[in-house]
């Protein structure tokens, strides 16, 4: 398969973590005779810093017309003023508003393996295999009116929490398309004793799972949501809920599996077309020394592969070489390792656990 892949390192450990990413996709593309064009782009910090703008137009361009996108993470210290003008996150921010990617996939699954470095009991994590999808270009991240005004000499400032029906119903719709294919469950997440927002999410989650009779629909406040996330995490499949309030559980859940590091997503939309990105941000106090973990964004290429390019048993063996890499006590500092690889160290053991393994 012939592809372009564009890869949008950005800042903070970003860098060091796609390119364990990329050294996963080109062993992948020399595996499997595929050809894979790598052009690299700048976004976030990197980009305000070479180009004025955290998402220069040649970066969007570059994305627009790819098979798929992998970054690294935006955002650091030295962006960090309130008063700036522009922000690292407002590229990432653009990139998803401009490409329409509407949903972000953040699959969490506890492997034995890790099992020991979450701060819950094995018990209750023992089967944990969850997918949170959050709605990504919508709600209080893109509605207006916002801003900052001075109301009656005090300083003010107004975020709106706005969805319309089609904004919900399609990425509703996309989670009972996952559940059906999982475990047939899709709970709903929202705040309806509150927000009228939630009010009409949960009369169009109601809509749409009547289209999907195998699958159960539920329905769950916030606050109660993100209790019955470390209380009982196993009672989730599909977990659908708006912009924020998946970017908080999607957090919370990392607990789960011992290490944010591990946690990849997919930001994408109805066409092939994603965005693929470790959920970990851009970890500023370790960055530069090499010790990242880079499973995170390993697991996104292994997202990447299955759902930009159709490459399911690439994906999987991807999956499979990290498990076995795991399994062969391959441990980066978050994942408690003494000694621990290096960022560098736990690419390479993920890309030879690949190369014993015959292709099919
Ligand atoms: C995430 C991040 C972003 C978000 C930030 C960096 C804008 O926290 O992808 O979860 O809030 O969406
Ligand atoms: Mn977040």
């Known amino acids: 398969m012939d ?12 860098p060091e973590v796609v390119a364990e990413g990329v050294r996963l996709l080109r062993a992948v593309a020399d595996r499997h005779g595929h050809h894979f064009v790598l052009e690299e782009h700048p976004i ?20 627009r017309t790819a098979a798929a996108v992998l970054l690294g993470a935006v955002g650091g210290p030295p962006w960090d003023d309130p008063n700036a003008p522009v922000r690292p996150e407002d590229g990432l921010l653009a990139l998803r508003r401009e490409l329409g990617l509407y949903a972000n996939l953040r699959p969490v699954k506890v492997l034995g393996e890790l099992m020991e470095g979450s701060p819950l009991r094995p018990e209750r994590l023992q089967g944990v295999d969850l997918l949170i999808v959050r709605e990504l270009t919508g709600g209080l991240y893109f509605g207006q009116p916002r801003g900052r005004e ?25 989670a009972f398309e996952f559940a059906a294919q999982r475990r047939k469950l899709v709970t709903s ?8 927002s939630s009010r009409l999410w949960r009369q169009v989650a109601q809509e749409v799972s009547t289209s999907f009779p195998g699958v159960r629909l539920e329905h769950q406040l916030v606050d109660a949501a993100a209790m019955r996330l470390v209380s009982n995490p196993r009672a989730f499949d599909v977990i659908v809920t708006e912009n924020l309030f998946g970017d908080i559980l999607s957090d919370e859940a990392s607990v789960l ?19 693929y990105e470790p959920v970990h941000g851009s970890a500023p106090d370790i960055a530069g020394q090499g010790i990242a973990n880079p499973l995170g964004a390993i697991l996104s290429v292994s997202m990447l592969l299955r759902h930009s390019l159709g490459l399911e048993q690439e994906a999987a063996e991807v999956e499979l070489a990290v498990e076995a890499a795991l399994a062969g006590g391959a441990r980066t500092v978050d994942l408690g390792g003494a000694p621990a690889l290096t960022t560098a160290q736990m690419g390479e053991a993920v890309v030879s656990r690949l190369a014993t393994r015959a292709p099919a």
């Open 3 to 14: 592809a372009r892949i564009v890869v949008l390192p950005g800042d903070g450990i970003g």
């Open 44 to 63: 976030g910090g990197a980009a305000i810093a070479a180009a004025g703008s955290p998402l220069p137009e040649s970066t969007l361009h570059a994305c």
């Open 150 to 174: 001075v109301v009656d000499g005090q300083r003010t400032a107004v975020d709106t929490l706005k969805y319309s029906e089609e904004e919900i119903r399609r990425v509703v719709q996309l």
């Open 189 to 196: 997440v929202d705040k309806a004793n509150v927000l009228e």
């Open 257 to 275: 599996v011992g290490s944010l590091g591990m946690l990849p997503s997919a930001s994408i939309r109805a066409d092939a077309l994603g965005v």
